[in-house]
């Protein structure tokens, strides 16, 4: 071959585009398999399966294909425990496609007590509910990741955290330990967030509070800020945190607070009307699902009782229809106390509180068009306020779990704001 020749021959070389040996997993190839129930191995559909970035969603016989490759499959679906399996790649044409994967998922219907940002880090509250869920049919935890108050319990590795002072006072030394120590005993795991209703951001960075007429912060009945939820910088704040609680373990983030607040004497940065509103608890919500994605983790919000019999947003921006679509779990607060109207029918609620939960749960499920194991309601555990002072004991807690069992939810979760339960209306 002649100078010239060889020339052409070398430029040749260097025009050709470098072909690797081996492919990255997440460019190119895909993923199928089928997802069944771990018992009955009947197929499951519209589990969501994720691997990397990508999420499809499970056809009627339990099928599904993921438009990318990895040795790792997430797999979660309504009704059931989330599961994470390992996957072989072998290389055919040299593209990374996997084998067919069978996924099988455990039944669950989580049955919780909740904790707050104190009581998590109290052994004399902690222990007893501990041990209150190892003696009875309870077995998940609803725990306070950011509290009423905007505290986070744990040393967070997010700056603005600290910059606020959300992390004055630690409760919990090793959230992370604990999380696996409780999986280790098969409970549960629920991330509550307090997200709209946060004294200390919104005293720390007035821009994002919400005013009142004046254009002075805006204070609840508790004397307590909250933030515009409007404002993506506030979105922000509360995925970040939704974002670390995930990486420590938890099975389930629960938005609570996920709301405008029910006062008319207000301003935010958009005009305050219906669609605006709903818009922002939406939009915000939206955009924890797409972050939290890889996670694959649950997504749920509390939701205000009324919201199911109300055909407005109840003025703080929950429109049931357009929450839905966005929810794994719909955690309806059915205290009979704070249905301070009562409900058709039934004037004095505490009197009726299994007609209170079934009746809002039905109505709830009309309204949103789903089926009834996307709902998983607050029931009450604590002393009435509202009404007639009387004690919630066992007759009517159990009155309350009886009308969401039969309603067919998700489970149901015990609320008492000091943290101190007892096994009245509780199987053993």
Request: overall charge positive.
């Amino acid at each position: 071959m002649n100078k010239g020749g060889i020339f052409i021959f070398l430029l040749f070389l260097l025009l050709i585009p470098a072909i690797p040996l081996s492919a990255p997993a997440y460019t190119v190839g895909y993923t199928t398999g089928k997802v069944v129930d771990f018992f009955t191995a009947k197929p499951i559909k519209g589990a969501f399966v994720t691997m990397n970035h990508d999420v499809a969603e499970t056809d009627a016989n339990g099928m599904f294909t993921v438009k990318t490759s990895s040795d790792r499959v997430l797999v979660r679906a309504y009704g059931y425990l989330r599961a994470e399996q390992n996957v072989s790649m072998p290389l055919i044409a040299s593209l990374p496609i996997t084998s067919p994967v069978l996924i099988k998922l455990v039944p669950f219907t989580p049955k919780a007590l909740y904790l707050s940002f104190f009581g998590i880090g109290s052994s004399v509250l902690r222990e007893p509910a501990l041990r209150l869920i190892e003696n009875t049919e309870l077995n998940a935890l609803v725990i306070d990741v950011k509290g009423d108050r905007g505290m986070i319990p744990y040393r967070s590795a997010i700056p603005l955290a600290s910059d606020i002072g959300a992390q004055t006072i630690i409760t919990v030394r090793d959230m992370k330990g604990l999380i696996k120590s409780l999986k280790e005993k098969g409970i549960y795991t629920i991330a509550r967030i307090v997200v709209f209703k946060d004294n200390l951001l919104a005293f720390a960075q007035p821009e994002l509070a919400i005013k009142a007429p004046g254009g002075a912060i805006w204070l609840d009945k508790e004397r307590l800020a909250w933030v515009d939820p409007s404002r993506k910088a506030v979105w922000e704040y509360n995925i970040d945190i939704a974002e670390e609680a995930a990486r420590l373990g938890f099975d389930e983030i629960q938005f609570d607070y996920v709301r405008f607040p029910d006062a008319v004497d207000v301003a935010f940065s958009v005009p305050n009307t219906e669609e605006n509103r709903v818009n922002s608890v939406t939009g915000f919500l939206k955009e924890a699902r797409r972050r939290l994605a890889p996670y694959n983790v649950f997504l749920a919000a509390d939701l205000f009782g009324y919201i199911s019999w109300n055909l407005n947003d109840t003025l703080i921006g929950q429109r049931l229809e357009d929450m839905a679509p966005i929810l794994d779990y719909h955690c309806p607060m059915l205290y009979p106390s704070g249905f301070q109207f009562g409900i058709p029918g039934y004037r004095l609620p505490v009197a009726h509180p299994y007609e209170i939960v079934y009746l809002t749960l039905k109505k709830g499920r009309e309204r949103a068009g789903i089926q009834p194991n996307r709902f998983r309601p607050w029931i009450q555990a604590f002393r009435d306020y509202a009404f007639d002072k009387r004690h919630f004991t066992a007759k009517e807690i159990r009155d309350q779990i009886d009308a969401a069992e039969k309603f067919g939810s998700n489970g149901w979760m015990l609320w008492n704001p000091q943290n101190r339960y007892t096994a009245d209306g509780l199987t053993k």
